[in-house]
């Protein structure tokens, strides 16, 4: 079976998106994320924005490889599942990572009910996803080359014929090129090069 060696993802942050229900407001974010990190300032920016809201309700994915996913879905203080696993259910369906989506609530005065509220919080962060550009990407593996000057036409050559993008390249008497490869296509690049006579390869850490 073909590896997947593609993702979806935001590269920016979408914009505001509001949804009501029985006076009840709420507000909805998407943001690309990479590390806890980030999260915790979009969270932190938006509690300054919205700092009279009752709830700042959440789901976050990251990661691009199905074994290493990171999730988390958080529903502050509304009803158990009612608000973060709504909205990362939302994440799932449009299969995107790298990914947090914020629904921030202002409370109206009447109870939606468990599943009034799953509904809003669904419908925000679908109307979030919806308002912000998804792109596809490609999961690469990147390669060292490593060989003497005199080899450099023979590297050249396979970098050239498979169309290979260089990402670092020191040459000189020794010489060092980096390349990355789409995932697919890292086992026959490797190969590839392990085959030329005095030339090395060796796999990097992403």
């Not at 009501?20 to 920016?45: C, M």
């Not at 799932?92 to 509904?119: A, C, D």
Request: glycine letters at 4%; a neutral charge.
């Amino acid at each position: 079976m073909e590896k997947k060696d593609t993702y979806k993802t935001i590269t920016k942050p979408s914009k505001e998106v509001l949804f009501k229900d029985k006076n009840s407001k709420f507000f909805g974010y998407a943001f690309p994320v990479l590390n806890e990190d980030q999260i915790k300032e979009h969270l932190e920016t938006l509690k300054k924005q919205h700092h009279s809201a009752r709830h700042w309700c959440y789901a976050y994915q990251f990661g691009t490889d199905e074994n290493n996913l990171q999730f988390r879905a958080n529903d502050d203080g509304e009803p158990n599942n009612s608000a973060g696993m709504p909205i990362y259910g939302q994440i799932q369906s449009f299969e995107i990572t790298n990914v947090l989506i914020v629904v921030v609530r202002y409370f109206g005065g009447v109870k939606l009910g468990v599943s009034g509220l799953i509904n809003a919080y669904k419908t925000s962060a679908q109307m979030a996803l919806e308002a912000s550009k998804i792109v596809t990407r490609t999961i690469n593996k990147n390669f060292e080359i490593i060989f003497d000057y005199k080899n450099m036409n023979k590297v050249m050559r396979v970098i050239k014929e498979n169309n290979l993008k260089i990402v670092n390249q020191t040459l000189e008497l020794n010489c060092n090129i980096e390349i990355s490869v789409r995932l697919k296509d890292a086992d026959k690049t490797y190969d590839s090069f392990q085959s030329i006579f005095e030339v090395d390869i060796k796999e990097l850490e992403n």
